[in-house]
């Protein structure tokens, strides 16, 4: 059997844990659902990167919109913040974005030494799986989590991939995923301190985008470190 591993922060993340699997990271508040929607939107590229000084390194030599946030808002001169709703296809279509996220970015980072990495939310689970199932390499899933501790969000999400691959490892992530998954939104709004925080900035329409399970059939996957749409 393929082994699978789960790390529920960005910090959890080590070499050994990633290194020749196919690598899935989740950061469903909001760094990942945000990554999906610009690529359904018509974004070519994303590049995630950990400072605002990088982004706008990689912005200058590549003509790139500045998106991300600190502290939940936009960073100051950034073209647009890390709300999924922001980025619409008039304001991103055709445009590659230079990205960077208090913990979701960080966490894409930490696991390039993965064979593959891929970017899941709740938004685009069912295609994440449907890649896994038919791939040949060992599986870790990688939660960003908020501020070093665990995300229930993430964990939730990473609780409907282990289902999915039907593995009886992580039961914790998985009943999480049991007792939650018929009201995400809630969870997330109540349930999750990251939720709340983003509730008391004004961002509850972002957690309610956030809760909507499979209405894209994308699977982003870090490429040249930059974040592109896989063929299939
Ligand atoms: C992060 O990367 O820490 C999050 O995406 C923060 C946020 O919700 O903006």
Known sequence: MR????ALTADAVNPRLVYGTACVVIDVLRASTTIVTALANGCPEIIPVETPEEARTAARARNCLLGGERGGRRIEGFDLGNSPLEYRQERIEGRPIAFTTTNGTRAIRACASADMVLIASFLNAGSILQ???VQDHDTSIVCAGTRGKP???DTVCA???LEGLNTRLEAEAVSLWRQHSKNLAQMMKHASAHGRDLMSLGFEKD???AARAD??????ILENESIVRKQS
């Open 3 to 6: 082994r699978i591993e789960l």
């Open 131 to 133: 890649v896994l199932r």
């Open 151 to 153: 995300s229930l969000e």
């Open 159 to 161: 609780g409907m991939l």
């Open 207 to 209: 957690i309610d985008f």
């Open 215 to 220: 209405i894209y059939d994308i699977v982003p």
